[in-house]
T-cell receptor
Framework: DQQVKQNSPSLSVQEGRISILNCDYTNSMFDYFLWYKKYPAEGPTFLISISSIKDKNEDGRFTVFLNKSAKHLSLHIVPSQPGDSAVYFCAASEGGTGFQKLVFGTGTRLLVSP | DTGVSQDPRHKITKRGQNVTFRCDPI?????LYWYRQTLGQGPEFLTY????????KSRLLSDRFSAERPKGSFSTLEIQRTEQGDSAMYLCASSYSPPREETQYFGPGTRLTVL
């Protein structure tokens, strides 16, 4: 069963506008969430994370929002740039395991056009 | 900081052959993870090392798979008697813990094709 879901396989946005990528999860034991960006032929690159004790974390153009009651998180990119075009993965982990086994979604391909 | 490196980047092999991949983590990182990614999917956890100790293995890791991290530095992942279903991208990640909210840094991956 897919514990982390990214229901939009792709998203197209114009340069300068906001990109919103969504992620839903089913496991209520998840307490730490991360977003990774992946270019072709490269490994995932860490973008931003959020702990379940927060509902928002911001880093430059990237903001992650967490809604625990809805088991939903989103990544906002403002303003979007062509270099942001990549596949974005949402990942989650459980604190009780003692280590960070990441569970990933299937990814959303973002295309930012000039 | 040179980041996580993996070798080789690509491997093509025939079914039934053995293959071995190497991962060099970021030097001060004490944790090392292996993941596998197939087309259209996100990475899936395979196994985890704390220093040289292998502390967790996924059910995805059949008996044909073995991983080592002999001195708590680099790690190897070996697949024996490869099958076509083993074709995937094999990703290595490293991190430092504590804190609990560690960040895993990924290498570029090894793409395995089994013919």
């Amino acid at each position: 069963d897919q514990q982390v879901k990214q229901n939009s396989p792709s998203l197209s946005v114009q340069e300068g506008r906001i990109s919103i990528l969504n992620c839903d999860y089913t496991n209520s034991m998840f307490d730490y969430f991360l977003w990774y960006k992946k270019y072709p032929a490269e490994g995932p690159t860490f973008l931003i994370s959020i702990s379940s004790i927060k509902d928002k974390n911001e880093d430059g153009r990237f903001t992650v929002f967490l809604n625990k009651s809805a088991k939903h998180l989103s990544l906002h990119i403002v303003p979007s740039q062509p270099g942001d075009s990549a596949v974005y993965f949402c990942a989650a982990s459980e604190g009780g395991t003692g280590f960070q086994k990441l569970v990933f979604g299937t990814g959303t391909r973002l295309l930012v056009s000039p | 900081d040179t980041g996580v490196s993996q070798d080789p980047r690509h491997k093509i092999t025939k079914r039934g052959q053995n293959v071995t991949f190497r991962c060099d983590p970021i030097s001060e990182h004490n944790r090392l993870y292996w993941y596998r990614q197939t087309l259209g999917q996100g990475p899936e956890f395979l196994t985890y090392f704390q220093n040289e100790a292998q502390l967790e293995k996924s059910r995805l890791l059949s008996d044909r798979f073995s991983a080592e991290r002999p001195k708590g530095s680099f790690s190897t992942l070996e697949i024996q008697r490869t099958e076509q279903g083993d074709s995937a991208m094999y990703l290595c990640a490293s991190s430092y813990s504590p804190p609990r909210e560690e960040t895993q840094y990924f290498g570029p991956g090894t793409r395995l094709t089994v013919l």
